[in-house]
C-alpha cells in the first residue's frame, strides 16, 4: 500500500470545504464533536485516569479550540477532571454552545497567565488545542507567554491535528512575538508534545514529529480518499483512532 | 447501586428537552451524531462484519429514523455493506443532509415493499429505528405492510432505543392498522429484535426484553442524571456503549 498522504495546507482546507459544502453535507457540529470525541480517545489511550487525572486543555480562539472543547467534555465524560485554558473564546456561536457543554458538566474554565502557571503545577498532562493548520507567525498575546509556559512545564502533552506553533507544511520554525523579537527557550519552535493526534490526515508538517501519532476524524468517504490520494491506513473495528506508527509512517513499515 | 431507571414517555421528553435547551446548550445534530455512532458500534460489537456484511437499516420518518441515518454511515466507515429502507424520509433538513452524507459513501435507499422484500432476503442483519419512543398506534401505511415483513424475515435485528411498535411504556402491545384492523403474526405486537441499544437511558416499554441489552448516548452530565435519578452504569473506559446485561437489569446483578 502506497504510504499515507501528508496534506498541505491548501488541500487540508480543501478537504473541510467539501465535508462541508451543500454536496458533503456535514455540519461543523458533526464533525467538531468526532474530531473532539477522537482527541479525547487518543488522550484515555496514552494516558490512564488513574495517574492522568487531571488534563489541562489549551484551547485557542479557532475550530482548533473547538476540537479541544469537545474533547474536555468527552474526557469529562470519561471520569478526567479536565480544566480549560481558554483566553481568548472564538466568537462563533458553536464555540459558545460548546462551552456551555463543559460548564454544565462543573469543568472549570481558566483564562490568566497566572491561573495558567498554577495549573500547570497541578495538572498530569496537556491537551494543546490551541493553533491548527492556519496558524501563521507571529504568536499573539497572550499565547506567546503562554507557549514557553506550556512548553516548560514538563508535562506529558498530547498536541491535535499540529503542534501549536508549529508551520502546517514546514514544522517547526523560528517563532516571533508581534514587535519581531523571537520566542525563546523550549517554545522556541512551538510545543513539543509527545502524542500527536492528527485529524482526516497528517499535515505536512508533522513528518518530522517522532512521538506516538494517531489518526482520528473517521468521516472520509473512499471517493474523498481516492480523489486526493489520501491513502490513509484502515481503522481497527468500530474505532475512531488508529495508531499510525503501528500502521506505517512515512510509507515504512514498523 | 441503585437499579437503572426506566423511563416513561414523559421523562425522556423532558430530558431531550433540557439537553437541547439553551442552557443544555446541545445540538440535535450532536446528540444524533453520538447516538447514531453508539448504534453502529452496538451492532458491530454484536454482529462481526465477516459473517453480517450486508445491513437493512430501516429508518422511520423522525429522529429514530435519523439515528438510523447516522448508523448506517458509520457502519460504512467500518466496513460493512448497509443498505437503507426508508419509505417516507423524513422533512427537517437535517435528515436531508444526513441521508446526503449516506449516498456520498454509497449506500443505496430503497422505499417500496417489493424491494424491501428482496432486501431482506439478501441482508444478514436489521437494524430496526423505524419507530421512537414516541410511537403510538395505529401503524400508518407503509409501515403496516412492512412490519410483518421484517419481524417474519428471520434475521437478527437490533432494536433502536425501543423495538418498533412496541409503546414506549407498556412494551408489546396489540397492533392495528389505520381503520382498526390486527395486525397478525410475527408482528401482532411489534418488533421482536435479539438485541436493544437504549438511547441515554432505558424506557419502561423495555423491561420485559430479553435479549442482549446495550446503552449508549454517553452525554448525561452527572446532575441530570442525579436530577432524574437515573442511575446510569458505568461505561467501559472511553467506550460509547457499554451492555446493561453484564452490570445489571432491572437492579437484578447477573
Keep these: 500500500m502506497p504510504p499515507i498522504r501528508y496534506l498541505t495546507a491548501k488541500l487540508a482546507q480543501q478537504i473541510d470545504e467539501e465535508l462541508m459544502s451543500a454536496a458533503g453535507a456535514f455540519s461543523l457540529d458533526q464533525l467538531m464533536e468526532l474530531a473532539g470525541l477522537a482527541c479525547a480517545q487518543t488522550l484515555a489511550k496514552v494516558y490512564g485516569k488513574q495517574t492522568h487525572e487531571k488534563v489541562l486543555v489549551c484551547c485557542g480562539p479557532g475550530n482548533q479550540g473547538g476540537d479541544g472543547l469537545v474533547a474536555a467534555r468527552h ?11 481558554m483566553p481568548k473564546p472564538g466568537k462563533k456561536d458553536i464555540y459558545q454552545r460548546l462551552h456551555t457543554q463543559c460548564k454544565n458538566l462543573s469543568i472549570s474554565t481558566i483564562d490568566s497567565i497566572s491561573d495558567l502557571r498554577n495549573a500547570l503545577n497541578s495538572h498530569h498532562a496537556i491537551m494543546d488545542a490551541i493553533f491548527g493548520f492556519s496558524f501563521e507567525p507571529p504568536v499573539r498575546a497572550p499565547f506567546d507567554e503562554a507557549l514557553p509556559l506550556i512548553a516548560s512545564s514538563g508535562l506529558p502533552t498530547i498536541s491535535v491535528d499540529i503542534p501549536s506553533g508549529w508551520h502546517v507544511e514546514n514544522g517547526p520554525i523560528k517563532l ?3 514587535g519581531g523579537e523571537e520566542l525563546k527557550g523550549d517554545a522556541a519552535t512551538g510545543i513539543s508534545p509527545d502524542v500527536l493526534i492528527s485529524l482526516t490526515a497528517p499535515k505536512e508538517g508533522v513528518r518530522v514529529f517522532k512521538g506516538r501519532h494517531f489518526l ?19 481503522y481497527p473495528g468500530y474505532e475512531q483512532i488508529v495508531e499510525l506508527s503501528a500502521v506505517s509512517k512515512g510509507g515504512e513499515k514498523l
Excluded: A, D, Q
Excluded at 471520569?79 to 485554558?85: E, M, R
Design 75 to 85: 474526557l469529562s465524560m470519561f471520569g478526567y477532571k479536565p480544566t480549560i485554558y
Design 176 to 178: 516571533t512575538r508581534e
Design 216 to 234: 482520528g476524524g473517521r468521516f472520509i468517504s473512499r471517493e474523498l480518499e481516492k480523489k486526493f490520494e489520501l491513502n490513509l491506513p484502515e
